[in-house]
């Protein structure tokens, strides 16, 4: 009986929903946030807080907001106080505020009715269990822009001023806010928005670096020791850069790359895995290839049949020069001049069929460095050599 190996040591440590126990390069804004809700552990009751965390997708705002509720809770049970976080997608509650509040009260209550109430009736009985149980919570509405897109103001007015009414009771409901960004508030009152607005966390987009560093902290998680090659974490970064420093676009391309691995039985992840991953989520088109110049094509071939062959991310322009020369040879075609050649990297480029970046230190001068991130190798080099007939 033959052993099935595999490259993950744990994989559900790239799972979308999971949370670790450190966020890469978001702590200041984690300890922001916590000073923020800093009262619900000194003087629970007192007061209610309302923030907003702000951030394009892929930014670790729900990350962020879970590890967050989880460390709250913490404190706050070591201090003896009752406080629950509450984390709802408005998006996945079809953006209804009864959907909402249904979802919250079950978390107290699992049998409670679905039907027969209205949403401000719901937001009664929800006041009245936190104050039966004596429990605080802080309700974290995650995609907020499908709560006011679907029902404008009113919903987020009435979650707001549900404490106003009790000004001599404990204040039991606090807000964490989570959206992609402030122009969906240009509909709500501007007494709701400036209170909205007084606490914000702007999470920036990921950087390379930052991104080559949260991946390499999920390797460390999910795979056995060594068998992500540092090229091919390299590419992944660079991807998820182009995709405006989507950390999550990264991780699922990682998770891609490993299940690549794992379908091709080889005992690393490389590059060509990722290139496998990366067409799977945005393939290039067969007619943009096809449609290249014979030369362009015989370029691309002597590329993708270098790459098939190497663990490497990027060539330099002289050793794709010299597999262009060698497919030349073996097509019978006289190969073009370094000229012309530049000017196909450039328009390969500018189609997202390679990549081309000038080399940084470590190479004698500056070179042009050629990658094929965004397709397989061997799936281009099969495809090419039934187009061009070298099969």
Same mark, same amino acid.
């Given at each position: 009986?033959?052993?099935?190996?595999?490259?993950?040591?744990?994989?559900?440590?790239?799972?979308?929903?999971?949370?670790?126990?450190?966020?890469?390069?978001?702590?200041?804004?984690?300890?922001?946030?916590?000073?923020?809700?800093?009262?619900?552990?000194?003087?629970?009751?007192?007061?209610?807080?309302?923030?907003?965390?702000?951030?394009?997708?892929?930014?670790?705002?729900?990350?962020?907001?879970?590890?967050?509720?989880?460390?709250?809770?913490?404190?706050?049970?070591?201090?003896?106080?009752?406080?629950?976080?509450?984390?709802?997608?408005?998006?996945?509650?079809?953006?209804?505020?009864?959907?909402?509040?249904?979802?919250?009260?079950?978390?107290?209550?699992?049998?409670?009715?679905?039907?027969?109430?209205?949403?401000?009736?719901?937001?009664?009985?929800?006041?009245?269990?936190?104050?039966?149980?004596?429990?605080?919570?802080?309700?974290?509405?995650?995609? &907020?822009?499908?709560?006011?897109?679907?029902?404008?103001?009113?919903?987020?007015?009435?979650?707001?001023?549900?404490?106003?009414?009790? @000004?001599?009771?404990?204040?039991?409901?606090?807000?964490?806010?989570?959206?992609?960004?402030?122009?969906?508030?240009?509909?709500?009152?501007?007494?709701?928005?400036?209170?909205?607005?007084?606490?914000?966390?702007?999470?920036?987009?990921?950087?390379?670096?930052?991104?080559?560093?949260?991946?390499?902290?999920?390797?460390? &998680?999910?795979?056995?020791?060594?068998?992500?090659?540092?090229?091919?974490?390299?590419?992944?970064?660079?991807?998820?850069?182009?995709?405006?420093?989507?950390?999550?676009?990264?991780?699922?391309?990682?998770?891609?790359?490993?299940?690549?691995?794992?379908?091709?039985?080889?005992?690393?992840?490389?590059?060509?895995?990722?290139?496998?991953?990366?067409?799977?989520?945005?393939?290039?088109?067969?007619?943009?290839?096809?449609?290249?110049?014979?030369?362009?094509?015989?370029?691309?071939?002597?590329?993708?049949?270098?790459?098939?062959?190497?663990?490497?991310?990027?060539?330099?322009?002289?050793?794709?020069?010299?597999?262009?020369?060698?497919?030349?040879?073996?097509?019978?075609?006289?190969?073009?001049?370094?000229?012309?050649?530049?000017?196909?990297?450039?328009?390969?480029?500018?189609?997202?069929?390679?990549?081309?970046?000038?080399?940084?230190?470590?190479?004698?001068?500056?070179?042009?460095?050629?990658? @094929?991130?965004?397709?397989?190798?061997?799936? &281009?080099?099969?495809?090419?050599?039934?187009?061009?007939?070298?099969?």
């Amino acid at each position: 009986m033959s052993s099935y190996f595999t490259v993950f040591k744990d994989e559900s440590k790239l799972d979308i929903n999971y949370i670790p126990a450190r966020l890469s390069h978001r702590d200041s804004q984690l300890n922001l946030l916590t000073r923020f809700f800093q009262f619900a552990i000194e003087s629970p009751g007192k007061m209610a807080q309302r923030v907003l965390i702000v951030g394009k997708v892929g930014t670790g705002k729900t990350a962020l907001a879970k590890l967050f509720g989880l460390k709250i809770m913490q404190m706050t049970a070591e201090k003896g106080v009752n406080l629950r976080y509450v984390h709802v997608n408005c998006r996945e509650r079809k953006g209804s505020l009864f959907m909402i509040l249904q979802q919250v009260i079950l978390d107290f209550y699992p049998h409670f009715p679905r039907r027969g109430y209205s949403s401000e009736e719901l937001l009664q009985m929800l006041i009245q269990v936190l104050d039966e149980q004596n429990v605080f919570v802080i309700l974290a509405l995650d995609e &907020l822009e499908a709560l006011i897109e679907n029902e404008g103001a009113d919903a987020l007015y009435k979650v707001t001023r549900i404490n106003e009414s009790r @000004l001599k009771s404990a204040q039991r409901i606090s807000l964490l806010g989570v959206l992609r960004g402030l122009e969906v508030l240009s509909v709500l009152d501007e007494s709701t928005r400036s209170t909205l607005q007084r606490n914000i966390i702007f999470l920036e987009d990921y950087s390379k670096s930052q991104l080559r560093d949260i991946l390499a902290a999920r390797v460390a &998680l999910a795979f056995k020791n060594g068998v992500v090659l540092d090229e091919a974490l390299d590419l992944i970064a660079e991807l998820a850069e182009k995709e405006g420093g989507n950390a999550r676009y990264g991780i699922e391309l990682l998770w891609r790359a490993g299940k690549y691995a794992d379908a091709s039985a080889a005992s690393e992840v490389a590059p060509e895995c990722v290139r496998h991953a990366s067409s799977s989520v945005y393939p290039v088109q067969k007619d943009a290839v096809f449609s290249l110049g014979l030369h362009e094509q015989l370029f691309l071939l002597g590329l993708a049949r270098r790459f098939k062959k190497s663990k490497d991310a990027y060539l330099t322009m002289g050793e794709a020069e010299e597999a262009y020369r060698i497919v030349c040879e073996e097509y019978g075609e006289k190969p073009r001049r370094h000229t012309q050649l530049w000017k196909y990297v450039n328009n390969l480029t500018a189609v997202d069929i390679v990549k081309s970046k000038v080399s940084s230190d470590g190479l004698r001068g500056k070179t042009t460095l050629i990658g @094929l991130p965004y397709v397989s190798a061997a799936e &281009l080099e099969r495809e090419l050599s039934k187009r061009l007939g070298l099969q």
